[in-house]
């Protein structure tokens, strides 16, 4: 999005990528379910609460639909989701299907993305409002809201990670050479 997307290409990308937003807590809660590691859930359940809100956080995906607000889709549209293309569709629903087969440090692994996210949400809000005048800067609050949290998640990743590989290293090496 370097400013070249007419307001219709802008409301498409944020229809498309609000069936993403509504599938992060669905392959988040994969994850977790696959995970025998009581610390790993304790931070993962987080990345849930951040996208489905609680108590008075309206949550990531509230935040969306804020900016699918600011750039003139009605919250019926989106929601309804027939603006999603099918091979959007196609792509998120494997990725939570994913989530749900795999070895659940793998589908870790496949999270990392968010390590290149938190210069992503800084550089929106900051490149947007040049680009797109139609779109009050303040209704970019979703990348703004974002860039703490993907740091924390991928630190929550490569930490869980580095200590599920360990553990599947230590578990090889006994299988290879059990104490008798």
Not at 87 to 116: H, I, K
Not at 129 to 143: G, N, T
Request: glycine share 8%; hydrophobic share 35%; net charge positive.
């Amino acid at each position: 999005m370097n400013g070249g997307g007419s307001p219709e290409q802008i409301r498409g990308w944020v229809a498309n990528r609000f069936y993403y937003q509504i599938n992060i807590p669905l392959k988040d809660a994969a994850v977790m379910s696959n995970c025998p590691d009581r610390e790993t859930r304790r931070c993962w359940v987080l990345r849930i609460l951040d996208h489905d809100g609680y108590e008075d956080q309206p949550g990531g995906i509230e935040a969306w639909a804020r900016l699918g607000d600011a750039v003139g889709l009605s919250r019926d549209e989106l929601w309804s989701l027939k603006l999603v293309r099918p091979g959007v569709r196609f792509a998120v629903d494997a990725y939570v299907n994913f989530a749900r087969r795999a070895p659940w440090q793998e589908s870790v692994c496949s999270s990392l993305t968010e390590m290149f996210a938190p210069q992503i949400h800084k550089d929106r809000p900051a490149t947007w409002p040049k680009h797109y005048k139609w779109i009050e800067p303040d209704d970019l609050h979703y990348f703004r809201s974002r860039v703490s949290l993907a740091q924390r998640d991928v630190e929550h990743g490569t930490r869980g990670d580095a200590r599920a590989f360990q553990n599947a290293r230590g578990t090889a090496a006994r299988a290879r050479h059990p104490a008798i």
